[in-house]
């Protein structure tokens, strides 16, 4: 069957307005936000539910026809760019939350949705919906679910796996596997959920989710403290863990990071009169908010006299707390900004960050004088990003090789959120055995026999 009867037959059984093709492919369709190897796909397929992904990958599965599952195309890994044949298969109209479940605590909702709406959802209705990341606004449910997407709240409420109780998703030959749980506790036989959570759409694609919500905090506290040495970075974090109830965020950027967005990027504004070497975006949350607040300070308070903290500004107002997250949260437009960027997402014991990543800062500036290099992350999980650009395309292979040899060398993985893709493939060796790889492929062959589901993505 050639590609013309393959679309022809889909298009019979769902509708012209299923498909896209020609001048009506816009360049959005084309690549991720790693903007690596652009490529305009021949046709997109926009299904509005299950059944209609159902058909699509029974169609493409007879055929052999390769496809492509986009979400929001946030992704940082090449995972949703499509390859040269590839169709896409874009999940833009299967939006919605299709059930509030308030007695269990639960949010049904279709994979194309965008976080931040599913977060208004949960907000309006009194709730909270855990999951948080700089790309809330484009980032979709399904996307999220596919790589296990971490966040900004991980350190109190886990990953994205730990927050959903139930999935659809559509297999390869296009079998629906439905399995929309909400039982906390369900052990009846394996739990085939985890098989879509964090496979990156190699291994079936997502529909639809049934996710946890918990109940809304009625106090936040913020603040943005700066210190000067990476022990006490670390030494803050066990006292906060240990004297506070809950500590939802502590998100670390290096002066080279904080500077960087003080200078580039036009919202952001430093509120110390001095400059210090690591700035720490703290909160906490509770459910009285004067007792929190006298507790939070009086926290902070301590450390400052122990000397741990140099400084320190507590958000007075939501203005102030947004100021602090423009801060860490503009990663998205510094991307923009820089060209030819290496972009990493590494684990690292918190035990050898330290020296990690100096050992990395020096080998870089030694070998690349005057490079671009920005260290910030997640750190109370242990997950830092780093981007380094030289500005030349032809650096990235060694900057990657670099970086990657020396997390190695510190217990550390390759991949703490973002996943594998396409671009961190000839790495997963360095964080996965052999053996894992190998189990890997054979469940890939198991279950998608012809490879159509994003073929060549993570092995
Ligand atoms: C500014 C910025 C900040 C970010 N911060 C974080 C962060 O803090 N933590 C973090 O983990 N990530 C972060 N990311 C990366 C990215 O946002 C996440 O990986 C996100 O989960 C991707 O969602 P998406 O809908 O954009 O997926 P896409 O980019 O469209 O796709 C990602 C992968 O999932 C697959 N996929 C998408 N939808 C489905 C589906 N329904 N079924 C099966 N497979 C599917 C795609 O094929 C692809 O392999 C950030 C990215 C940016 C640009």
Known sequence: MNMAELLEQIISDLGQEIALIGDDI???????????????????????????????????????????????????????????????????????????????????TLAGT???????????????????????????????????????????????????????????????????????????????????????GVLGIVTEAVLRLFPAKSSRQSALCALDDFTCVINLLTQLKKNLQV??????????????AINHIE????????????????ESEGNDPVIDEELFQSVLFNEIEKGTIKDAMIAQSVKDRNDFWAIRDSVGEMLRLIKDEANFDIGIPLNKTASCIEKIETTLMKKYPGIIYLVF??????????????GKKEDKKDIYDTVYRITGEH????????????????????????QEINLMRQLKMTLDPKNILNPGRVI
């Not at 919202?267 to 703290?282: A, H, I």
């Open 114 to 200: 965008p976080l931040e709406e599913l977060q208004n959802v949960a907000r309006d209705a009194g709730v909270m919906l855990p999951l948080d990341l700089g790309a809330r606004g484009s980032c979709t449910i399904g996307g999220n679910i596919s790589t296990n997407a971490g966040g900004n709240q991980v350190i109190q409420y886990g990953m994205t796996r730990s927050l959903v109780l139930g999935l659809e998703a559509v297999m390869a030959d296009g079998t629906i596997i439905s399995s929309k749980n909400k039982l906390l506790k369900n052990n009846t036989g394996f739990d085939l959920k985890h098989l879509f959570i964090g496979s990156e």
């Open 26 to 108: 816009d360049e959005r369709y084309f690549v991720d936000w790693s903007r690596e190897n652009p490529c305009k796909p021949d046709v997109i397929l926009r299904p509005a539910c299950s059944t209609d992904v159902s058909i699509i990958l029974k169609h493409c599965h007879t055929a052999g026809q390769v496809v492509v599952t986009q979400g929001g195309m946030t992704g940082l890994v090449g995972g949703a760019t499509p390859r040269p044949g590839e169709w896409v298969i874009s999940m833009e109209r299967m939006k919605g939350v299709t059930e509030l479940d308030m007695d269990s605590m639960t949010m049904t």
């Open 247 to 260: 500590v939802s965020s502590y998100e670390v950027m290096w002066e080279n990071y904080f500077r960087y």
């Open 377 to 390: 992350g997640h750190l109370g999980d242990g997950n830092l990003h780093i981007i380094a650009a030289t």
């Open 267 to 282: 919202y952001t504004r430093d509120p110390f009169d001095n400059q210090y070497k690591y700035y720490v975006l703290v």
């Open 411 to 434: 217990d550390g993985g390759i991949a703490a959120e973002h996943g594998i893709g396409i671009l961190k493939k000839p790495w997963l060796h360095l964080s996965r055995s052999e």
